[in-house]
């Protein structure tokens, strides 16, 4: 039957375990009768049970510099090819520095401009605007006045035009009647007459449609007048107030000032980057411009061989990689920036030390598998390694140092709990136990 172990301690180097060798290794057989049984034992004892998490990706170039031109220009010189060393802020390449030029220029006028309004905008009112205004008001109130009497004078010729028209469309009627003339009739003067009769009809309308067409533009350009004259003492009134310059129009020019600070900031940038430096001292990777190309925007115009853009001049420091690899969403949460690794080439069975030093916040997602990128950093270096070699990286997630082991092996875990198999007497004796850490090697017991 299984017994539960004492509180305290296992007796370390004493207590000798039965370690796992097959199923049914550590019973006698059923019916009493004694069998030949061998066992396999060990001890327990003081140990560190390390866990780990593993990766794979290539050792790639760690603290490596990517120089681009940040403008248009035609590259004047390079002066380093691949495999040569530099030092700290030696020249690499250099861009004819017109057009960028030219762009700062641009840009730093553009600023001057935002930067003048905004000073404008929160200056508010000066007497020069006030008197300015005053003149715009009392200009829009003689046109509006004017209007108003234009439309008056309109109206009264309009209708003289039409009664004078209508007046002779009732004399020709009259004078028809007068003659004894009847529609149709063909009796001199009656023909004449109805003639008459009927022009002087058209005369008439045409007069009541040109009159009302009068009075309506008379009328609009009354309305329009007024608009101009309220809108005109409406400014005099802002102004007069201090509120022509609203917050929202400052805020509107403060945010101009910064956008073209940042086009500012940009244009010197690139009129920088017309003169590549080695920002520190390396080893020349790659050198993607030539001398006498034309870079049509930052960058160097062209593209690698896989479709991707590649940088003017790469350099990397020489011997310090980085392995980049990935984990399942479910070992993330125990992988931290600052935990400790040993890296393994391809090839090599020594480990070197290293460092993780990124854990990826968003997961990369194919085929609906989500992982992790995890970047390690070596901290040493080895003449064996080369960049582009496969590695398999080890991550320490958990150590414990110091504590009471046994043999992975010698327990045995099942839906009940775990439990060790004691040796006493010369009989096998299963004995519950709390576990802790473990690996692949040693499991601690609490």
Same mark, same amino acid.
């Given at each position: 039957m299984r017994r539960r172990l004492l509180s305290k301690p296992f007796i370390l180097g004493i207590v000798v375990l039965v370690i796992a060798a097959g199923a049914g290794a550590f019973f006698l057989t059923r019916g009493g009768a004694a069998a030949n049984v061998s066992y396999r034992t060990g001890v327990a004892t003081l140990g560190t049970v390390t866990q780990t998490v593993s990766l794979s990706g290539s050792l790639e170039p760690d603290g490596e510099t990517d120089l681009d031109y940040e403008g248009a220009g035609k590259v004047t010189a390079v002066n380093v090819q691949p495999g040569q060393t530099v030092t700290a802020g030696e020249v690499l390449a250099t861009?004819?520095?017109?057009?960028?030029? /030219?762009?700062?220029?641009?840009?730093?006028?553009?600023?001057?401009?935002?930067?003048?309004?905004?000073?404008?905008?929160?200056?508010?009112?000066?007497?020069? &605007?006030?008197?300015?205004?005053?003149?715009?008001?009392?200009?829009?109130?003689? &046109?509006?006045?004017?209007?108003?009497?234009s439309l008056a004078d309109t109206k009264a010729v309009n209708a003289q035009q039409i009664a004078q028209a209508y007046s002779a469309y009732t004399a020709a009627q009259a004078q028809a009647t007068s003659d004894g003339c009847t529609p149709g009739d063909t009796t001199p003067p009656c023909p004449q007459d109805e003639a008459a009769i009927t022009q002087d009809n058209q005369t008439w309308q045409s007069a009541q449609v040109k009159?009302?067409?009068?009075?309506?533009?008379?009328?609009?350009?009354?309305?329009?007048?007024?608009?101009?004259?309220?809108?005109?003492k409406a400014s005099l009134a802002a102004l007069e107030s201090g509120s022509a310059s609203t917050s929202?129009?400052?805020?509107?020019?403060?945010?101009?000032?910064?956008?073209?600070?940042?086009?500012?900031?940009?244009?010197?940038? /690139?009129?920088?980057?017309?003169?590549?430096?080695a920002s520190s001292g390396g080893l020349v990777e790659q050198?993607?411009?030539?001398?006498?190309?034309?870079?049509? %925007?930052? +960058?160097? +115009?062209?593209?690698? /061989?896989?479709? %991707?853009? %590649?940088?003017?001049?790469?350099?990397?420091?020489?011997g310090v990689f980085e392995v980049t690899g990935s984990v399942s969403d479910t070992l993330v949460n125990e992988i931290a920036v600052g935990q400790t690794a040993e890296v393994v080439a391809a090839g090599s069975s020594d480990a070197v030390a290293g460092k993780v030093t990124e854990v990826a916040e968003e997961a990369t997602v194919t085929s609906g598998v989500a992982t992790f990128p995890v970047t390690v950093v070596l901290s040493g270096a080895s003449a064996s390694l080369r960049p582009g070699m496969s590695a398999s990286v080890s991550i320490v997630i958990n150590q414990v140092v110091g504590v009471t082991t046994v043999p992975t092996s010698a327990v045995h875990t099942t839906g009940a709990g775990s439990t060790v198999t004691l040796f006493v007497n010369g009989k096998p004796d299963p004995v519950a136990v709390t576990v802790g850490a473990s690996d692949s090697t040693l499991t601690q017991i609490l």
């Open positions: 861009q004819d520095p017109t057009t960028v030029d /030219a762009s700062l220029t641009q840009a730093k006028a553009t600023l001057a401009g935002a930067e003048a309004n905004l000073v404008s905008a929160k200056a508010g009112a000066s007497a020069s &605007s006030i008197t300015q205004a005053e003149g715009q008001v009392s200009s829009a109130e003689v &046109s509006y006045q004017s209007a108003i009497t009159g009302t067409q009068g009075d309506d533009q008379a009328q609009a350009q009354v309305n329009n007048d007024k608009v101009q004259w309220e809108n005109a929202a129009q400052i805020a509107m020019d403060e945010s101009q000032v910064e956008i073209d600070q940042v086009n500012v900031t940009n244009a010197q940038a /690139a009129v920088n980057a017309t003169t590549l430096k050198v993607n411009v030539t001398n006498g190309e034309q870079i049509a %925007t930052g +960058g160097t +115009g062209g593209a690698s /061989a896989t479709g %991707t853009s %590649t940088h003017a001049i790469v350099i990397i420091t020489p």
